[in-house]
């Protein structure tokens, strides 16, 4: 079933992006370790918060809401969830309700400052600390602005509004399209944002299957959890990069025009899953330590984002 999920992601139409006015110089790539790290190192800000990345057992479903202006909810599920990061037309469109607020939160930020650091920070403190939560209201507000253009996903957004919402965000890949597709740039600002988050996402939801499956609940923080997080951690990274993998023979199917930048956004793809796989085992001591977290001057100057 999952094949046929990323199947319908690939034949689905891309929209053109808005310009972004900051890109680097220089590409840049994701250490993942390091970031997650990072990211520890805020979730630890949260000590009586259960140190879990669990998703809740229900959650605000954004499309019926959006086409109904009514409250609406669905039990979270993780099959229903992988329909979800790929859009899927019967999705439950999962919303934690604080989407608003982080958006409002971008939106005041200067130009070229919010990292992705500085973006989990704030999403953790609007979700209580939530690691789960804090990644679904990232994935969930960075994709809708992504994809405002798009009917499926009830958005209302213009050009210039999305332009100014992007250019809040710094250059995570160094070899954006803006720096002319005529020299061989391709990166797309937009795109290799919200993925990131939507991997990680995937990767913590593995950790729930549904509504009532105990079993799938615990079973990843028994005495076999170990391996269990290697199995989640494979198919996680299977996932990352079928994504884009799955682009290649669709090139055979009429004009269908899937874009450029593979290999590249199958890299924002795998650092979201080995970031996540580090959160989720250093949560539940079976990894990391304080002692190898990151210190400060890295984690607040982008020491995660190296250049090639």
């Given at each position: 079933?999952?094949?046929?999920?990323?199947?319908?992601?690939?034949?689905?139409?891309?929209?053109?992006?808005?310009?972004?006015?900051?890109?680097?110089?220089?590409?840049?790539?994701?250490?993942?370790?390091?970031?997650?790290?990072?990211?520890?190192?805020?979730?630890?800000?949260?000590?009586?918060?259960?140190?879990?990345?669990?998703?809740?057992?229900?959650?605000?479903?954004?499309?019926?809401?959006?086409r109904t202006g009514k409250l609406a909810q669905c039990d979270f599920d993780h099959d229903q969830f992988f329909h979800y990061m790929i859009g899927g037309p019967d999705r439950c469109d999962y919303s934690t309700g604080q989407e608003s607020k982080l958006r409002a939160w971008v939106i005041s930020q200067s130009d070229n400052t919010?990292?992705?650091?500085?973006?989990?920070?704030?999403?953790?403190?609007?979700?209580?600390?939530?690691?789960?939560?804090?990644?679904?209201?990232?994935?969930?507000?960075?994709?809708?602005?992504?994809?405002?253009?798009?009917?499926?996903?009830?958005?209302?957004?213009?050009?210039?509004?999305?332009?100014?919402?992007?250019?809040?965000?710094?250059?995570?890949?160094?070899?954006?399209?803006?720096?002319?597709?005529?020299?061989?740039?391709?990166?797309?600002?937009?795109?290799?944002?919200?993925?990131?988050?939507?991997?990680?996402?995937?990767?913590?939801?593995?950790?729930?299957?549904?509504?009532?499956?105990?079993?799938?609940?615990?079973?990843?923080?028994?005495?076999?959890?170990?391996?269990?997080?290697?199995?989640?951690?494979?198919?996680?990274?299977?996932?990352?990069?079928?994504?884009?993998?799955?682009?290649?023979?669709?090139?055979?199917?009429?004009?269908?025009?899937?874009?450029?930048?593979?290999?590249?956004?199958?890299?924002?793809?795998?650092?979201?899953?080995?970031?996540?796989?580090?959160?989720?085992?250093?949560?539940?001591?079976?990894?990391?330590?304080?002692?190898?977290?990151?210190?400060?001057?890295?984690?607040?100057?982008?020491?995660?984002?190296?250049?090639?």
């Amino acid at each position: 079933m999952d094949f046929l999920l990323l199947l319908f992601l690939s034949i689905s139409p891309s929209y053109a992006v808005e310009a972004y006015s900051y890109p680097k110089q220089n590409k840049v790539s994701i250490d993942s370790e390091v970031l997650a790290g990072c990211f520890l190192k805020e979730i630890n800000k949260y000590p009586n918060q259960t140190r879990t990345t669990e998703p809740n057992f229900v959650y605000r479903d954004n499309k019926i809401e959006q086409r109904t202006g009514k409250l609406a909810q669905c039990d979270f599920d993780h099959d229903q969830f992988f329909h979800y990061m790929i859009g899927g037309p019967d999705r439950c469109d999962y919303s934690t309700g604080q989407e608003s607020k982080l958006r409002a939160w971008v939106i005041s930020q200067s130009d070229n400052t919010i990292d992705p650091v500085k973006l989990f920070r704030e999403a953790l403190k609007l979700n209580g600390g939530s690691t789960f939560n804090a990644t679904l209201t990232i994935h969930q507000l960075l994709r809708n602005e992504a994809r405002y253009k798009s009917k499926a996903y009830f958005y209302k957004s213009t050009p210039a509004q999305e332009k100014a919402f992007w250019n809040k965000f710094v250059d995570i890949r160094g070899d954006l399209e803006e720096r002319g597709k005529d020299k061989g740039f391709e990166a797309d600002h937009q795109g290799s944002w919200y993925r990131m988050w939507g991997i990680m996402g995937y990767r913590f939801s593995l950790n729930r299957g549904s509504y009532n499956d105990q079993e799938s609940m615990t079973c990843g923080y028994s005495e076999k959890g170990l391996i269990s997080s290697q199995i989640k951690a494979l198919k996680a990274n299977s996932t990352a990069i079928a994504a884009e993998a799955i682009k290649y023979p669709m090139d055979f199917i009429g004009d269908y025009q899937p874009g450029a930048d593979r290999p590249g956004k199958m890299a924002v793809n795998l650092a979201g899953s080995h970031i996540a796989t580090i959160i989720e085992d250093s949560t539940h001591k079976r990894a990391l330590s304080l002692q190898t977290f990151p210190d400060d001057n890295v984690c607040e100057n982008q020491g995660y984002l190296e250049q090639d």
